[in-house]
Every structure is written in C-alpha cells, then in structure tokens.
C-alpha cells in the first residue's frame, strides 16, 4: 500500500491495467478513491499505479493475479472481505473466447466461465457482506450487450455462445441481487456496453471491421458513474429511450408470472 494518506473510500477493480478498468481506475482517482488494482500483467498496474499516485495524491495497491487461477482468486477474495475502507467493487475482467461452440476449446469454456460468472459471484460474496454491515458500498459488474443477443445470427456478429450466456449470467445475476440488497444501502450496477474501442477485440485477433461501430471506454465509464449515482441496475451506456429495456424486463415479468401462476400443460404439448 502507498504511503498517501487515506481517503476512507476504496475502490477495488478488476481487470485495471487497461480499457474500460484502467478509465474506471483513472476516473476515481480523480474523485479523491484510493485504489486496488487487480490485473495479470504486473509492469503494466505498477505503471498505472504510480501515475495515479502522483497525479492524484491517493494510495494505490497493485495485485498481481489470473482469476483464473483458484489461489489468485482466494488472494483477491481475502482483499475484499477484509477491507472496511471498500465502498466500491469494479468486476470488470473479462475476455472474449469467441468460437463456434462445437470446435470451441474445453479450457476456453472453463477460462470464460471462471473469468465472468466463478470471480464476479465471489468476489461480490466476499466484498457485500461487510458493506451491508456499514450500509453503505456498491458493486458494478461490467458484462455486454451481447447478454441479451442470443436471438441473432452469428454474422456479422461473432460465435458466442459460451460468452454471451456468462454475460447474460451477470445481468440475471446483478438484477436478482438488487431484489435482495435492497433498503440496505448498498447498490448494485451491471453495465452492459456494445463494442468499446479498446485492446479487447485486437488482442483476440477479431476482424473488427465487420462489427458495429465502437463506443469510447471514456463514454462507458461515464455512463455507469452516472448510472451509480442514480442508482439504476441496468445501464446500456449507447441506449437512448430506456423504455426499451423496461418493455423488454415487463415482458420478462409477465411471461414469469403467467406461466408460474398455471402448472397445468399447455395446450399445444398435448397433442
């Protein structure tokens, strides 16, 4: 840890060393955050720590770690549980592992699942409890818009099954745990971006000409910080009626509760 004087609130951020976790590492430093940073490459979070020391006068811890890896993620987890200055969790490490899923690599499947569902659910179990007990904290959980594309084609979009249905983990995930964090002070965030003009589709070698256009991470991370404040649980940073997604959440909630509501076989599954 530096030797800066405390600010009394700490930000922990996965995925820091760059893209939309290195904005959401510079945008908190600005607003006075003191900072862990949790990423694989070390050169690159010492850089960044160190910038954000000097510029901003707040104390900056770097964790070396692949969330991959059980005992990095036990290391990360023992951070967070025990961190009564943690007021907000940034789960925001991820890659894309797009394939065909019939030709897709087993390690790939376990990576992507290990990465977006296994870390975000335990990092969240270990950072909520004490920041229910202060009452007071956040958790934003970074996924994609590709959460709710399952319905379309993979063309121009990419193969995407197992990484699509991670996301869609999250979202299901950050919107259940609203339900049940609420009237506790704390909040809960999932942000579901579109293409960002990060590393992220070049360091996977995707054509990403043949995507739709791309957002800044700039953009991204201002959305959510504005989101935060208004204590929305969805933020689609590019979505300009949010009517949108209430139609599609009240469809969701109406099919829910008209086929809860009547446990007798439909019709047509009985001819």
Not at 169 to 177: G, K, M, Y
Not at 206 to 228: F, G, Q, Y
Not at 235 to 255: G, V
Request: glycine share 6%; charged share 20%; with cysteine.
């Amino acid at each position: 840890m530096s030797d800066a004087v405390s600010s009394g609130r700490r930000a922990l951020i996965t995925g820091a060393s760059s893209g939309i976790g290195k904005v959401y590492a510079e945008r908190l430093a600005r607003q006075g955050y003191d900072l862990v940073l949790v990423a694989r490459r070390h050169d690159w979070l010492v850089d960044l720590a160190e910038k954000l020391k000097r510029g901003n006068g707040i104390a900056a811890e770097v964790v070396c770690a692949d969330l991959t890896d059980e005992q990095d993620l036990a290391k990360v987890e023992t951070l967070a549980a025990g961190d009564e200055a943690l007021t907000l969790l940034i789960n925001n490490a991820g890659f894309a592992g797009y394939r065909p899923f019939v030709s897709i690599d087993l390690e790939v499947i376990d990576d992507l699942v290990d990465v977006h569902v296994r870390a975000v659910a335990r990092l969240s179990r270990a950072a909520l409890p004490g920041m229910v007990r202060r009452g007071k904290g956040a958790v934003i959980n970074v996924a994609s818009l590709l959460a709710i594309s399952a319905m379309l084609p993979p063309d121009p979009l990419p193969s995407r099954a197992t990484y699509a249905g991670a996301k869609a983990f999250i979202l299901a995930f950050t919107q259940a745990l609203a339900s049940e964090l609420n009237g506790t002070g704390v909040d809960v965030q999932v942000c579901l971006p579109g293409r960002v003009s990060t590393e992220f589709h070049v360091a996977h070698g995707i054509d990403a000409s043949k995507l739709p256009p791309a957002m800044t991470a700039d953009d991204v991370v201002t959305a959510s910080l504005s989101a935060l404040s208004r204590r929305e649980v969805v933020c689609i940073p590019a979505l300009a009626d949010p009517a949108l997604f209430s139609e599609l959440t009240d469809a969701q909630i109406k099919l829910f509760r008209n086929s809860a509501m009547q446990p007798i076989l439909a019709e047509r599954y009985t001819t």
